[in-house]
């Protein structure tokens, strides 16, 4: 199967200054569906309001900020707590305007509609009889 | 026509500029996406009242996992659930996963706590009050 979401090379983000904690890259499944695709990325550690999707020129940019309660230090070190960030290039069969998103238990799902052109559609073959 | 120039080092010094820029990416970042290792990733910290054991498992419910002590090991263990569809990019780890940790001598096993949200669970584990650290005031004679 063509990989239709495709990703843009990951890119930090220079925008801020504040940026002291490592960014991290979210661990994603694409999911392809007859009108949709989803994708899932998870942020453990993100809060509902700690997640933002934006889609920008045909990219779609994932970020999660994680919750400030997560130990700044711990002794024993297995992942580090930053924030996540991923971007995707979108091809043109997925409609911008439909695209939603959801948080739940440290997992962002984002549902890209597909064009109503870009949908398989099943023609029934009739006899000619 | 035009001719175009061939020029074969430009090749080789564009595929240099792309590994000096691969090497300078943090490992950590490319882990994080291809979780290596054991599962669930775990962070201990250790304070004056308690040892704080933090497990990375989003999108596992809380009735999924499963946490117990037995002597001074304690084991968590459960499955992660991802409904299965036609996918056609995986990176998510799935299935069943266990990991012991060895706890210090001085824990107060009955006062342990779990809670798992926003998929971190966070296991706290209160010290005896052997173990906790004091203060002692020295006081002055005279």
């Known amino acids: 199967m063509a990989k239709k979401v495709e990703e843009v090379a990951v890119t930090r983000?220079?925008?801020?200054?504040?940026?002291?904690?490592?960014?991290?890259?979210?661990?994603?499944?694409?999911e392809e569906q007859t009108d949709e695709y989803v994708l899932t990325a998870e942020m453990p550690g993100v809060a509902r309001d700690g997640a933002e999707?934006?889609?920008?020129?045909?990219?779609?940019?994932?970020?999660?900020?994680?919750?400030?309660?997560?130990?700044?230090?711990?002794?024993?070190?297995?992942?580090?707590?930053?924030?996540?960030?991923?971007?995707?290039?979108?091809?043109p069969d997925i409609d911008p305007g439909r695209i939603a998103a959801s948080m739940k238990d440290g997992v962002l799902t984002v549902r890209l509609a597909k064009q109503e052109k870009a949908k398989v559609k099943?023609?029934?073959?009739?006899?000619?009889? | 026509?035009?001719?175009?120039?061939?020029?074969?080092?430009?090749?080789?010094?564009?595929?240099?500029?792309?590994?000096?820029?691969?090497?300078?990416?943090?490992?950590?970042?490319?882990?994080?996406?291809?979780q290596l290792g054991e599962y669930p990733p775990l962070n201990i910290t250790e304070t004056d009242d308690a040892v704080r054991?933090?497990?990375?498992?989003?999108?596992?419910?809380g009735k999924d996992v499963d946490i117990t002590v037995t002597g001074d090991i304690l084991v968590l263990k459960g499955v992660k659930e991802i409904q299965k569809g036609s996918y056609g990019?995986?990176?998510?780890?799935?299935?069943?996963?266990?990991?012991?940790?060895?706890?210090?001598?001085?824990?107060?096993?009955?006062?342990l706590k779990a809670t798992l949200s926003d998929g971190l669970l966070v296991i706290t584990l209160p010290k005896s009050m052997v173990a906790r650290k004091r203060k002692i005031t020295i006081e002055s004679k005279g």
């Open chain 2, 53 to 61: 054991i933090t497990a990375e498992l989003p999108g596992v419910a």
């Open chain 1, 13 to 30: 983000h220079e925008d801020s200054g504040e940026a002291s904690r490592p960014l991290r890259v979210p661990a994603v499944d694409i």
């Open chain 1, 122 to 129: 099943k023609i029934t073959v009739e006899s000619s009889e």
């Open chain 1, 53 to 91: 999707v934006t889609v920008e020129e045909g990219v779609l940019l994932l970020r999660g900020r994680t919750r400030q309660d997560v130990d700044p230090e711990p002794e024993h070190v297995e992942f580090h707590a930053g924030d996540f960030e991923r971007r995707f290039r979108i091809l």
């Open chain 2, 1 to 34: 026509m035009a001719l175009i120039r061939f020029d074969p080092w430009e090749d080789l010094l564009q595929v240099q500029r792309e590994m000096a820029h691969l090497l300078h990416e943090p490992f950590t970042r490319l882990a994080g996406a291809l």
């Open chain 2, 89 to 111: 990019h995986r990176e998510r780890r799935t299935g069943p996963f266990s990991r012991s940790v060895h706890l210090p001598g001085h824990i107060d096993r009955d006062a």
